[in-house]
């Protein structure tokens, strides 16, 4: 097994393993490689979706995402992400060509568990393009203002899956309501014990006991620092790869700029923490 950094402060690749036969030796310097650079690559992989399920379970419980219309009709717990692109009419559904495109943004902050993980494992890789692009929460808190890192210490935000805007194509008509949830600003990651700025401009709708001007000017604020470019990581896919992001300390976003009538295709988990937390969201 060979594990090697693919950026200076994100990003960490896996070769020469077989995810379906890892013993617990085997797979901590996995986990730890995985803790310290965010964004993990798995490469050549051949999987089953019990094979995969099986070891995304290995970093915490894998949960059902609430965007019912494009679960696998057989494993609830798997997204199936590039299927149905087009609709009866031939046209393309926007909302499944880009998804994750819209914008840097962290899974789950609609949660009050929000997901630990996203694990992808790619099916298909289009000729060009369709890229996932990442970039570190932990740096975006260093290279804060010290105003703005005292500003937002101990500063709760509120989150919903639509944020400012409300709705989303992805739910369905029955699962569109979605009550505001809380998450500090500044989060102090459980395993790491690392200071992050965590933050989601599509699901941000605003801070408590702080008015709507202050409110907006730190969302805008915000939005410009939370990527910072030296601790960016782009993924280039191959067929075969497995990629894990920990969503406590990073952001990602879909480049969502490849050819339309080609096939990019992933199988996709959401993964909880353990704790009392995760079991009750369950
Ligand atoms: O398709 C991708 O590259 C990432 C999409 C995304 O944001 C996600 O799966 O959470
Ligand atoms: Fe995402």
């Given at each position: 097994m060979e594990i090697r950094r693919m950026g200076p402060q994100i990003g960490v690749e896996v070769t020469g393993v077989d995810v379906k036969a890892l013993d617990e030796r085997s797979f901590a310097p996995i986990y730890q490689a995985w803790l310290d650079y965010n964004v993990l690559v798995v490469r050549d992989q051949d999987l089953t979706i019990p094979d995969f399920v099986r070891y995304s379970r290995r970093f915490g419980p894998v949960v059902p995402h609430p965007s019912k219309s494009t679960r696998h009709p057989d494993h609830p717990e798997i997204t199936m992400l590039g299927?149905?692109?087009?609709?009866?009419?031939?046209?393309?559904r926007e909302e499944i060509y880009r998804r994750g495109a819209e914008g840097w943004h962290t899974d789950g902050a609609y949660n009050q568990a929000p997901f630990k993980a996203t694990q992808l494992y790619a099916l298909a890789v289009p000729s060009r393009g369709g890229n996932t692009l990442f970039a570190n929460g932990y740096a975006a808190y260093d290279a804060l203002p010290e105003r703005l890192k005292d500003r937002l210490e101990g500063v709760i935000g509120t989150f919903s899956y639509g944020g400012r805007r409300g709705k989303s194509r992805l739910l369905n008509p029955e699962d569109q309501d979605w009550t505001p949830i809380y998450h500090p600003i500044i989060r102090t990651h459980p395993e790491t014990g690392r200071k992050s700025l965590y933050f989601d401009p599509g699901k941000i709708v605003g801070f408590v006991g702080i008015d709507d001007r202050e409110g907006n000017e730190l969302i805008a604020a915000l939005k410009e620092r939370m990527i910072v470019p030296e601790a960016e990581y782009h993924h280039v896919w191959r067929r075969g790869d497995i990629v894990i992001w920990d969503n406590r300390c990073s952001y990602h976003k879909a480049a969502?700029?490849?050819?339309?009538?080609e096939d990019r295709i992933h199988w996709r988990v959401s993964i909880n923490d353990y704790g009392v937390e995760a079991m009750a969201a369950q």
């Open positions: 299927v149905n692109k087009f609709d009866a009419d031939g046209k393309l969502g700029d490849y050819p339309p009538e």
